[in-house]
C-alpha cells in the first residue's frame, strides 16, 4: 500500500492558543470586576469621579461618570464576560483541541490553510467588534446571544467556514474510522449551526445601522431563546470539551478509553437529550404547562448520559492514578471531569419543580453555573494548553511547580466561588418565601435579602482572585516554555493512502463501526437526532394559536416606552431585574402591585425581545407601574442609594443628561406595524412625536410636583429640557409595566 507524506499544521493551532490565553485573561477580568461591582458598585464612581451634590445643581459634578455614557456599567461588564467566556475562551481552546486533534486522527492536514485562517481571524474580529458594541449599548440582551444582527451574521460565516474546513479535511482522511472525538465535534458543529441561525432570527430597523428585534415575541421568545440558552450550554460548552476529553485525556494518562460501547451510548444518547431540556429555565412561568414538563423529564433523564461520559472518562485513568499526583496536565482532567459530573447532577435537580422555585432566579443558579464554567471549561482548557505548549515548541514546560501552584490557586477559585453562591442562592431562596402567622412577608423590604448575602459576594470575589492568580502563573510558565522551546510550523508525518471500501455494511461489520466509516450517515443521523426533540417543542408553541391567549387590555406600547425600553435593554438592566411573577404566593404579595395577579402568557405579545430574566439581584419588575412616582424613579437612577439605603445597584446619572434620539421613533413604529402586525394606527404614527412630547411632559410635572428638590434643581435651566432626556422615556417604561392588567378576562384568539 503506498505510503504518502504530508505535514500537519501547527500554526493555526498556535493561532487558537494564543487567542484563549489573552481572551481567557480578559474574561477572568470582566468577570472578577462585575463580582467587585455587587459589592462595591461605587467602582466606576472610583475611576471617573462623583459628587453627590450634584443633584442640587444640575450640570456639574459627575462629569467623568456621565461621560462614559455607562460604557462601564455592570448590565455591559456582565455581557462582556459571559461572552468573553463562551465564545472567546471556550470556544478558542476548543479550535485549539479541534485543529490539532482532527489532523492527527485523521492522519492528514487541515483541507485549506486559507479556510483555516479566515476561520481565524473573522472568528477573533467578531470578539473585538462584539466588545466595541457592547460597549457601546448595543445588544439584544438575549442571554449568550446578545450580540446584533451584522455580528449574528459574521458568526455564522465564520461557523460555516470552519464546518466546511472540517468536513472537506474528514472527506480527505487516510483513516478509515472516525474516532469517537471526531462524533461529538460533528454533532457540536450540526447542532450550534441550528440554534443560532433560528435563536437568531431578527428583524433589522434598517440595514444601515445595529437596532433589530426578535422575529418572535414573548412566550414564543422565551421557548427559543432558551431552547438556545440551555443548548449553548450543552454544545458549546459542553459536547465539543467532551470531544477535548476523549482525546487529549487518554493522551496525557497514556490509556485508551475505558469503553468504546459506553462511548458510543454516551454520544447518541447525550445529543438525543439534551436539545428537550430546555424549558427548565421557564419553570413557573407563563411557558404552556406541557412544555415546563418536557423539560423537567428530560433534564433528569440527563444524568444517565451525562454521568456515563464523566466515568468514560474518570476509569480512563485505571491504572493510572499513580501519574496523576505528578502530572498537573492529569489532576487539571481529573477536576474537571469530576466538576462536570457534579453540575450535570446539579442541573437536573435544578429542573424539577420543588427545587427550581427556590433556586431559580437566585445565586445557586450562578454557582452551578460557574462549577461548570470554572471547573469543567476552565480545567479542560488549562489542561490541554499545558499538553499542547510543550509538544508545539518541543520542550519540557518550564516549571511543573508554577502549574501545580496554578492547579491549586484554581481549585481553591472554584470552592471559594462556587460554596459561597450556593449559600447565598438558599438564603435568598429562603428569605424570599418567608412569612409571619399574620400572613405578612417576614422579609417585606427587598434590600434586606440583598444585604444578608453580600459577605458571600465577598468571598466569591476572594474565589476570583485566586482563579485569575493561578491563571497569571499559567501564563508566566507558558511565556518561559515558549522562550526556551522551538515552535515548528508544519510537522512532517506519513500514513498508507486510504483503501477504497465500498460505502455498503460489510458482513460481520457492527452497526455503528459502518457508521463511523460513513461520515455523511453518521452526520445526517446526528441531525435527526438533535432536530427530533427541537420540532416538538419549538414547532408547536410558535404555530399554535391557543398557546399564547390573548388578553384585551394588554395594548401596544407608546413611541416613549417604546424607546424607554430599547434603553433598559441597552443599559443590560434584565441581567438583575426579572419581569416574570411566577404563581407563588411570595410573588405576588410581594411584587402585586394594585392588580395582585402573577404575569400571564398574553402579557407579553408585544415584547420583542422578552425580558423575564434569570437572575434576581434587584426586585421584579413586572407590576412595577404606579409603585413608585416618577421622582422616585429619577433620583434612583440617578443614585440608588439616595432612595434606597444599601442598594448594590449601579448609578445612571447620564440618562439625566442625555437626550433621547428620537430620530428613529417613527421607524420603529412602522417596523412594529408592518413586520410584527402590531395594531398602531396610521394616526398614531403620525403623530408618534406629539404623543411622546404628551407624555414625558405629564411624567416631568409629576417629577416637579413630588419632588420640590427636582423642581428647584431645574428652575435655572431651560424649560422643557428634562422632557428630552433619557431618564423620562425609562420612567415612561417603567410605570407602564403590568398596568394594563387590571381583570382576569382572557381571550382565546391570538393576536400574536
Same mark, same amino acid.
Given at each position: ?19 484563549t490565553?489573552?481572551?481567557?485573561? /480578559? ?14 458598585p ?26 462614559? $455614557? ?6 455591559r /461588564?456582565?455581557?462582556? $464576560?459571559?461572552t ?12 485549539v ?6 489532523q =492527527?486522527?485523521?492522519?492528514?492536514r487541515?483541507?485549506s490553510?486559507?479556510?483555516?485562517w479566515? $476561520? ?25 446571544a ?14 460555516? !467556514?470552519?464546518?466546511?474546513n472540517m ?5 480527505? =482522511? ?9 462524533w461529538?465535534?460533528?454533532?457540536? +458543529? ?21 437596532k ?8 414564543k ?5 432558551? +431552547? ?11 459536547t465539543?470539551? *467532551? ?27 447525550l ?8 424549558? $427548565? ?20 433523564? *440527563?444524568?444517565?448520559?451525562? +454521568?456515563g461520559?464523566?466515568?468514560?472518562g474518570?476509569?480512563?485513568? @485505571? ?6 499526583r ?18 450535570? %447532577? ?10 427550581n ?27 490541554? /494548553? ?9 520542550t ?9 501552584w ?16 450556593y ?8 428569605m424570599?418565601k418567608? %412569612? ?24 466569591r470575589?476572594?474565589?476570583?482572585l ?9 501564563v ?5 516554555t ?6 515548528q ?10 483503501a ?20 455523511? *450517515? ?17 414547532i ?13 387590555a ?12 430599547? !434603553?433598559?435593554? @441597552? ?10 411573577? =411566577? ?8 411584587f402585586?402591585g394594585k ?5 400571564k ?18 426586585p ?20 440608588? @442609594? ?19 434620539? @428620537? ?16 395594531p ?14 404628551g ?13 420640590s ?31 394594563? /392588567? ?11
Amino acid at each position: 500500500m503506498e505510503t504518502q507524506k504530508f505535514s500537519y499544521d501547527n500554526s493555526i493551532v498556535r493561532a487558537f492558543l494564543y487567542a484563549t490565553v489573552v481572551f481567557g485573561i /480578559i474574561g477572568f477580568l470582566f468577570g472578577l470586576t462585575a463580582a467587585l461591582m455587587l459589592f462595591y458598585p461605587e467602582l466606576p464612581e472610583f475611576f471617573f469621579g462623583t459628587d453627590d451634590t450634584t443633584i442640587k445643581s444640575i450640570g456639574g459634578g459627575i462629569q467623568g461618570l456621565i461621560n462614559t $455614557h455607562g460604557a462601564f456599567g455592570f448590565g455591559r /461588564i456582565r455581557m462582556l $464576560h459571559t461572552t468573553t467566556v463562551i465564545f472567546a475562551f471556550v470556544m478558542n481552546v476548543v479550535y485549539v483541541g479541534v485543529y490539532y486533534s482532527l489532523q =492527527r486522527l485523521l492522519k492528514t492536514r487541515m483541507y485549506s490553510d486559507t479556510l483555516s485562517w479566515i $476561520h481565524f481571524w473573522t472568528w477573533q474580529i467578531m470578539i473585538i467588534v462584539t466588545y466595541i458594541t457592547f460597549f457601546m449599548g448595543i445588544n439584544t440582551s438575549k442571554e449568550y446571544a446578545e450580540h446584533e444582527w451584522p455580528i449574528d451574521i459574521l458568526i455564522a460565516f465564520s461557523w460555516i !467556514i470552519f464546518g466546511a474546513n472540517m468536513f472537506l479535511t474528514i472527506a480527505k =482522511r487516510r483513516v478509515r474510522h472516525l474516532y469517537v472525538a471526531i462524533w461529538f465535534y460533528i454533532g457540536t +458543529w450540526i447542532a450550534v449551526a441550528m440554534l443560532h441561525i433560528f435563536n437568531n432570527l431578527e428583524v433589522p430597523l434598517s440595514f444601515t445601522g445595529w437596532k433589530s428585534y426578535s422575529a418572535y415575541a414573548g412566550v414564543k421568545d422565551a421557548i427559543v431563546q432558551w +431552547w438556545y440558552g440551555h443548548n449553548a450550554v450543552a454544545f458549546v460548552l459542553t459536547t465539543p470539551v *467532551l470531544g477535548l476529553m476523549y482525546y487529549f485525556l487518554p493522551k496525557a494518562a497514556d490509556r485508551p478509553v475505558f469503553s468504546y460501547k459506553l462511548s458510543i451510548i454516551h454520544f447518541w444518547s447525550l445529543i438525543f437529550v439534551y436539545i428537550w431540556a430546555g424549558p $427548565h429555565h421557564l419553570q413557573y412561568t407563563a411557558l404552556p404547562a406541557w412544555a415546563q414538563a418536557v423539560g423537567t423529564g428530560f433534564s433528569i433523564m *440527563l444524568i444517565a448520559p451525562s +454521568w456515563g461520559g464523566m466515568l468514560n472518562g474518570l476509569l480512563t485513568l @485505571r491504572g493510572a492514578w499513580d501519574k496523576v499526583r505528578e502530572n498537573p496536565i492529569l489532576k487539571f482532567f481529573v477536576v474537571a471531569v469530576t466538576c462536570y459530573g457534579m453540575a450535570t %447532577f446539579e442541573g437536573p435537580l435544578l429542573a424539577t419543580k420543588n427545587i427550581n422555585k427556590i433556586g431559580h432566579f437566585t445565586d445557586w443558579v450562578i454557582g452551578h453555573v460557574h462549577l461548570g464554567a470554572l471547573g469543567w471549561n476552565g480545567f479542560m482548557a488549562f489542561g490541554v /494548553i499545558y499538553y499542547l505548549i510543550p509538544i508545539l515548541w518541543r520542550t519540557k514546560l518550564y516549571s511543573t511547580k508554577l502549574a501545580n501552584w496554578h492547579f491549586w490557586l484554581g481549585t481553591l477559585g472554584i470552592i471559594f466561588y462556587a460554596v459561597p453562591m450556593y449559600i447565598s442562592g438558599f438564603t435568598q431562596g429562603l428569605m424570599w418565601k418567608q %412569612f409571619n402567622p399574620d400572613g405578612t412577608l417576614v422579609w417585606k423590604n427587598w434590600l434586606d435579602t440583598v444585604t444578608a448575602i453580600i459577605p458571600y459576594f465577598k468571598m466569591r470575589f476572594v474565589g476570583g482572585l485566586f482563579y485569575l492568580s493561578g491563571a497569571l502563573l499559567m501564563v508566566v510558565n507558558l511565556i518561559a516554555t515558549v522562550r526556551k522551546g522551538s515552535f515548528q510550523k508544519d510537522v512532517p508525518a506519513e500514513a498508507p493512502a486510504l483503501a477504497n471500501v465500498s460505502p455498503k455494511r460489510k458482513e460481520g461489520e457492527g452497526t455503528h463501526l459502518w457508521l463511523e466509516r460513513t461520515p455523511v *450517515l453518521l452526520g445526517i443521523l446526528s441531525l435527526l437526532t438533535i432536530s427530533i426533540g427541537s420540532m416538538v417543542e419549538i414547532i408547536p408553541t410558535l404555530s399554535l394559536k391557543k398557546s399564547v391567549p390573548t388578553i384585551s387590555a394588554v395594548k401596544p406600547y407608546s413611541p416613549l416606552e417604546l424607546e424607554g425600553r430599547d !434603553i433598559y435593554i @441597552r443599559e443590560g438592566c434584565n441581567a438583575c431585574h426579572s419581569q416574570m411573577v =411566577r404563581p407563588f404566593r411570595d410573588e405576588i404579595t410581594r411584587f402585586n402591585g394594585k392588580n395582585g395577579q402573577y404575569s400571564k402568557a398574553g402579557e407579553f405579545v408585544y415584547d420583542r425581545p422578552f425580558l423575564w430574566g434569570s437572575k434576581r439581584t434587584g426586585p421584579d419588575l413586572q407590576r412595577e407601574g404606579g409603585k413608585n412616582p416618577s421622582s422616585w424613579h429619577y433620583k434612583h437612577m440617578y443614585n440608588p @442609594r439616595s432612595t434606597s439605603a444599601g442598594s448594590i445597584m449601579p448609578r445612571y446619572p447620564w440618562l439625566a443628561y442625555t437626550d433621547l434620539d @428620537r430620530s428613529k421613533m417613527v421607524d420603529k413604529m412602522k417596523l412594529m406595524k408592518s413586520a410584527f402586525d402590531v395594531p398602531y394606527t396610521k394616526a398614531e404614527i403620525d403623530s408618534a412625536n406629539s404623543w411622546a412630547d404628551g407624555q414625558a411632559t405629564k411624567i416631568v410635572r409629576d417629577i416637579f410636583s413630588e419632588a420640590s428638590d427636582l423642581k428647584d434643581a431645574y428652575a435655572k435651566r431651560p424649560k422643557g429640557e428634562l422632557e428630552k432626556k433619557e431618564v423620562v422615556a425609562l420612567i415612561s417604561y417603567l410605570q407602564r409595566l403590568g398596568t394594563d /392588567i387590571k381583570t382576569t378576562e382572557i381571550k382565546t384568539a391570538s393576536n400574536n
